[in-house]
């Protein structure tokens, strides 16, 4: 298969696997604050760098282990074997701390991380349980990486997919119709790495599986090895954890444990995704790995400008559609307590993917500054979500905003926008993959809208809009 064809291919179920992750942590959120009210939120946001630690861990052993064996395969070297097999006894061996912190002390660990004598009760069963699955939180990041690093993205996102998917349902049934609370949840999100596991798992009995697992003690030789090209990922979940720990402590002392709940809601904004953007380098790395092992430089870097390419092409896009969007007053009004007022600019909000596939939403103020100003201040927006964001949301505080999304790997003609009940009346805009016809780079946009406040007029200038911003980020001889 052609290059490009197989980036896209990686890239898109990479990102469309990974978006299914949003949909157990927006469930989990709501129905832990459905059962369990303000101080289950706080639990949750106190448990948060306890997650991160572990998926820190999890995260450099797998994508550091699935690189050297991607280097390894590409140069037909047989010793690529062992980087799964020692990942996997590696993980089992850094999960034992955690998992005798589940059974001997998992108050201790809550009270270190700032809770109080009613959350300390109210998280034992949570977090005793979800620390005793610590091997299979571990292992399934690394089972995913390989079987995604062996050709398999299909599996790998079907696999991530069902485990969310199960993760939302249970999540329901283990907490209310059985009645298991919060270590309902806890189960539920505990479980689902074990059936993504056990899906992944397809992969080796297809004659296509080059993956094996040897029979070997642990090596630390290998682990450095590996670690050496997963530490990225470790400090990116690590600062994460750091980050929300020092919020959670700060808003205690504050504000109490309201005030660590308020914060899970308030810290980010938004409904759409951009996770898109980490997606992108995600799903290429098993193509540059295996460029690198084959000593092609030429595909290396036609890789690395399609990633850029790509990223840069998002980017523009929705600066150009929030620019175009604020550029009609209609599309700046909302409806608010009855009545209709008009903001003199509505900010855009998506969301942004974490180290650990999880989400966080993003809200940028302002695209009325240069194109290149408006890039960096996205880049800080993006890191301060990414390291302290949560999926929380609040109607009341999310108005006025434009929500983007893309879809980068479909080419489509008509896209609907699910709203809650009551629906508000913020923008949605949403676009996808750059195609070819008549001769002429095109592109799906669609944007939907309240009919009270704009209609078919309005929705015009926006397009008008859009293309003429456009035509300034990509000046052609036809534009000057």
């Known amino acids: 298969m052609d290059l490009t064809k197989q980036f896209f291919k990686y890239v898109s179920q990479n990102i469309f696997g990974l978006l299914g992750t949003s949909c157990y942590i927006l469930a989990d959120t709501y129905f832990i604050a459905q059962a369990a009210g303000t101080d289950g939120v706080t639990l949750l946001n106190l ?24 280097i390894a395969k590409a140069q037909n070297d047989a010793r690529g074997q062992r980087y799964f097999s020692n990942a996997i006894l590696c ?6 701390p955690w998992m005798l912190a589940g059974v001997f002390a998992p108050g201790a660990l809550l009270r270190l991380m700032g809770g109080d004598a009613g959350i300390v009760t109210l998280g034992i069963p949570y977090a005793r349980i979800f620390l005793l699955f610590t091997p299979f939180f571990m292992c399934n990041y690394i089972v995913s990486a390989f079987v995604r690093n062996d050709g398999d993205p299909s599996l790998a996102m079907v696999a991530t997919l069902s485990g969310s998917l199960f993760n939302v349902v249970f999540d329901y049934i283990f907490m209310f119709p059985l009645g ?3 270590a309902g949840a806890a189960l539920a999100t505990a479980v689902s790495p074990i059936i993504s596991i056990a899906i992944c798992s397809r992969h080796f009995l297809k004659k296509e599986n080059t993956l094996q697992f040897v029979r070997q003690l642990p090596s630390a030789r290998l682990l450095a090895q590996s670690c050496q090209l997963g530490i ?15 919020f959670n402590f700060l808003l205690l002392g504050l504000a109490g444990n309201v005030g660590v709940a308020a914060y899970g809601v308030v810290a980010n904004f938004a409904l759409v995704a951009t996770a898109i953007f980490n997606g992108v380098a995600q799903g290429a790395q098993p193509l540059v790995s295996r460029c690198y092992g084959q000593n092609d430089h030429a595909g290396a870097r036609k890789l690395l400008l399609l990633g850029s390419g790509t990223v840069l092409v998002l980017a523009a896009v929705l600066y150009a559609a929030v620019r175009a969007a604020n550029g009609v007053p209609e599309l700046r009004r909302r409806i608010e307590d009855g009545q209709v007022v008009e903001y003199d600019e509505c900010p855009v909000s998506f969301t942004e993917m974490k180290p650990d596939g999880s989400y966080a939403y993003c809200r940028m103020e302002s695209a009325r500054v240069p194109y290149e100003d408006y890039i960096a201040m996205g880049r800080v927006q993006q890191a301060a979500a990414r390291q302290g964001g949560t999926i929380e949301t609040d109607r009341r505080a999310e108005s006025p905003s434009i929500f983007a999304s893309c879809l980068p790997w479909l080419n489509y003609t008509s896209l609907t926008h699910p709203a809650c009940t009551p629906a508000d009346s913020n923008v949605r805009v949403s676009w996808g993959q750059l195609f070819m016809r ?3 780079t095109q592109l799906s946009v669609s944007i939907q809208v309240h009919h009270a406040l ?8 926006f397009y008008r809009a859009l293309e003429e911003e456009i035509a300034a980020l990509c000046p052609t001889e036809e534009n000057q």
């Open 438 to 440: 008549c001769g002429m």
């Open 232 to 246: 990225s990922g470790f400090v990116g979940e690590l600062s994460s954890g750091v980050t929300t720990t020092v």
């Open 47 to 70: 448990c948060l760098p306890i997650y991160n630690f572990i998926f820190a861990i999890g995260s450099m052993i797998a994508l550091g282990s699935a690189t050297r064996y991607a």
């Open 180 to 182: 298991l609370g919060l």
């Open 454 to 461: 704009a209609d078919g007029w309005h929705i015009a200038r």
């Open 91 to 96: 993980a089992v061996l850094a999960s034992i």
